[in-house]
């Protein structure tokens, strides 16, 4: 069986890991012109981590984790406002570079991966799928799989006009080498609010400084110079931030995007299917988004992998996760007012409500809650991915 994963993200080389071991032919296009390094720092738990602990990547995870032992918030002077330290239970809460994890899945996947393309046409029959990619090159493929992100190409092409939920607001990261801010943030990832803007730093090994904003934004249209836009919102808060902003890149080293989440019917097509946050979105609100994506990488996997027709493992697929994905897209949208409180009383709340989160035994339940939920998701019906490691 022969399968193109249109993007190579978490989710695409997920599946491209368990499909070659599984005996498919398997290739990745993917638009960036290179490996997508760096990021921003997700924290990573739940079904996501056991299927990582699957496919044998927990040494080299734990070689990439950075240690955060605090999340703070701090006002315009840098002076701490509430904290909660994270003293237990971070035993499988890692928290990573999105790129650190895609470079440990990609580091073990042989399938040919060509960057700086894309799907441009794609012609189903009932017997496989034809393709035109961006490159010129055509290729006649059993399953075309649509990896491709919140803004999926394969999604466009095959199921129409598919309009993500906008959750008005737009997120931006970036990375600076500054070793004395980092040593100043040490282990703890500090947090400014203001009434729809939250602004976060977090130290990374080499001396370097990760940088997260999220702001309000009722229009959903991106702005045609994003770091002007994060210099003019945050620039006068004060703490850390005129110094940061005024070494803020350029796209693509600055990351900038709406947050949304995505929501559809079906995620499957005849012999087309999608694959994480192309069809699952959760938002970063929600804080799942790369967990979930490897598991539902690995529960298509299982389903394909079960045999039988093809065209009906989507399907299945599709009923083993939808139920936990709308179940956390939910969750997200309760969370969007405490993350990014809209007024200066639920800035309030929320700070007592942390420093609540810091009596004794509190830092265990907040990662609990954290790492909880989902766990059945990886429970094999074909069996052929079963165990620790197949190579
Ligand atoms: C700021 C932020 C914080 C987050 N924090 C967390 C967290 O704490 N925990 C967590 O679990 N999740 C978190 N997430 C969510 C998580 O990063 C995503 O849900 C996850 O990366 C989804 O994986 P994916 O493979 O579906 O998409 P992606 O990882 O986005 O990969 C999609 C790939 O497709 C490529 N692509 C895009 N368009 C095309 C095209 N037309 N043709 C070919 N290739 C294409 C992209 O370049 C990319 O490589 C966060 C997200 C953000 C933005």
Not at 207 to 215: E, N, S, T
Request: proline share 4%; glycine share 10%; hydrophobic share 45%.
């Amino acid at each position: 069986m022969k399968v193109l994963i249109c993007g190579a993200g978490i989710a695409g080389l997920t599946l491209a890991w368990h499909l070659e071991r599984a005996g498919w032919e398997v290739e990745l296009v993917e638009r960036a012109a290179a490996f997508r390094d760096g990021g921003y720092m997700i924290d990573f738990y739940g079904p996501g981590y056991q299927v990582a602990e699957r496919m044998g990547l927990l040494p080299r995870l734990l070689e990439s984790r950075h240690l955060v032992d605090e999340l703070s918030y701090v006002d315009r002077d840098g002076r701490r406002t509430s904290r909660l330290t994270l003293t237990s239970g971070l035993e499988q809460v890692l928290s990573l570079l999105r790129g650190d994890l895609a470079r440990a899945i990609a580091d073990d996947v042989r399938a040919p991966i060509t960057y700086g393309a894309s799907v441009e046409s794609a012609e189903q029959s009932a017997h496989g799928v034809s393709l035109r990619l961006t490159d010129g090159t055509t290729r006649e493929v059993d399953l075309l799989v649509g990896a491709d992100g919140t803004h999926s190409r394969v999604r466009e092409l095959s199921f129409g006009d598919v309009l993500p939920r906008y959750l008005g607001h737009q997120v931006a990261a970036y990375i600076i080498e500054d070793e004395a801010l980092s040593r100043r943030i040490g282990t703890r990832y500090r947090m400014l609010t203001e009434p729809g803007l939250m602004a976060g730093a977090y130290a990374l090994r080499g001396g370097r400084l990760a940088l997260l904003f999220l702001h309000r934004e009722p229009d959903p249209a991106l702005p045609a110079d994003p770091a002007a836009v994060l210099r003019r919102r945050f620039g006068d808060l004060g703490w850390i931030l005129p110094e940061v902003l005024s070494r803020c890149p350029d796209p693509p080293e600055l990351y900038y995007d709406q947050v949304t989440q995505v929501e559809m019917e079906r995620w499957h097509q005849g012999r087309i299917v999608l694959l994480g946050d192309a069809c699952q979105a959760v938002s970063l609100f929600a804080g799942h988004g790369a967990t979930l994506a490897m598991a539902a990488a690995w529960v298509l996997a299982d389903e394909l992998a079960a045999g039988g027709d093809l065209s009906a493992a989507p399907a299945r697929y599709q009923r083993r996760m939808a139920p936990a994905i709308a179940d956390v897209q939910g969750f997200g949208r309760r969370f969007i007012q405490w993350m990014a409180p809209s007024s200066r009383w639920r800035i309030t709340v929320r700070d007592l409500l942390f420093r609540l989160a810091a009596l004794p035994g509190g830092d265990r339940l907040f990662v609990n809650s954290l790492s909880a939920g989902g766990h059945n998701l990886i429970t094999s019906r074909s069996g052929l991915l079963d165990g620790v490691r197949q190579d």
